[in-house]
């Protein structure tokens, strides 16, 4: 089975923490770019941060910048988001995505598979 579970999402109060994993059914995945996407109510979804194969190259919403951090973990793999400084705004369910290329990809109807998603709410 081809799979992406993402964990690590709950309740954190503005200005906290929260560190989302994403965890890969094979090591296929590790070859693989992979990104974290969130969708608020009433929103479209939008890429947040997203990673190449191995880690060389990252990308970032400009919402997030300088708050978040991907990585990611090919032993294990696993992919990561450190949620730093969270906000009000940064609620929405998160999503883990993978994409058939070394190379990271910025819009959604790109990427090839897809976690079932986390919520992430942020209290005011």
């Known amino acids: 089975q081809v799979q992406l579970v993402e964990s690590g999402g709950g309740l954190a109060q503005a200005g906290g923490s929260l560190r989302l994993s994403c965890a890969a059914s094979g090591r296929a995945f590790n070859f693989y770019a992979k990104g974290w996407f969130r969708q608020a109510p009433g929103k479209e979804r939008e890429l947040v941060a997203a990673i190449s194969w191995n880690g060389g190259s990252t990308h970032y919403a400009d919402s997030v910048k300088g708050r978040f951090t991907i990585s990611r973990d090919n032993a294990k793999n696993t992919v990561y988001l450190q949620m730093n400084s969270l906000k009000f705004e940064d609620t929405a369910i998160y999503y883990c995505?993978?994409?058939?290329?070394?190379?990271?990809?910025?819009?959604?109807?790109?990427?090839?598979?897809w976690g079932q998603g986390t919520q992430v709410t942020v209290s005011s």
């Open positions: 995505a993978a994409v058939s290329s070394p190379d990271y990809r910025k819009s959604s109807n790109e990427y090839d598979y």
